[in-house]
């Protein structure tokens, strides 16, 4: 079944993203256990068709505004042992396709770390439309997937004896969306 824009009550035309009322975060484990961050510098929009799935959305994630709370971890983080802030300022996410899944959709696209391209799904969920306070039109979305952060380029780590390693693979990303009609 294709979802129109009626049938979620959105409106066609571009959404950009509110990224005062908007989060990216991310957790890896360290150790035994997961450490969770954010990236608190981000923009994009999304451009909704009549027919959903000919929807697209693009973002910009500035790497240096990593947050982990920890300053000598997010420095380290930033350094060319990891991101390369400094030679690759931003991770970026453009849409190559959505899908319906159910209730929910899913988001084929390409996500680009350090000028590595690797292609990524998110899982989407639609949170609502809504007014505002100050007379815009608000959507609300949630979505998550997972990457190897080797995948992109991102090979630290520190071996601590047999297979351990200090840092694990996979990276789980969630987003919390809240984008404001144009």
């Known amino acids: 079944m294709t979802a129109s824009t009626t049938d979620l009550g959105l409106t066609t035309g571009t959404w950009n993203i509110d990224p005062a009322h908007s989060e990216v975060t991310f957790a890896i484990r360290h150790l035994m256990t997961k450490v969770r961050g954010s990236f608190t510098d981000f923009s994009g929009s999304v451009v909704v068709a ?20 920890n300053p000598d971890r997010d420095a380290h983080v930033r350094s060319s042992d990891i991101l390369d802030a400094e030679n690759h300022p931003a991770m970026t996410f453009v849409t190559k396709g959505v899908r319906a899944d159910g209730g929910d959709y899913l988001v084929d696209g390409e996500l680009t770390i350090k000028d590595v391209t690797r292609p990524v799904t998110l899982e989407l969920e639609f949170n609502g439309i809504g007014e505002d306070p100050w007379g815009g039109t608000r959507a609300g979305f949630a979505a998550t997937t997972s990457i190897s952060r080797k995948e992109f380029g991102i090979e630290f780590n520190v071996p601590l004896g047999g297979d351990k390693a200090l840092l694990g693979d996979k990276v789980d990303i969630q987003l919390e969306v809240q984008a404001v009609r144009a």
């Open 50 to 69: 009549e027919n959903v799935q000919s929807s697209t959305a693009t973002a910009e994630i500035k790497l240096a505004s990593i947050d982990t709370r």
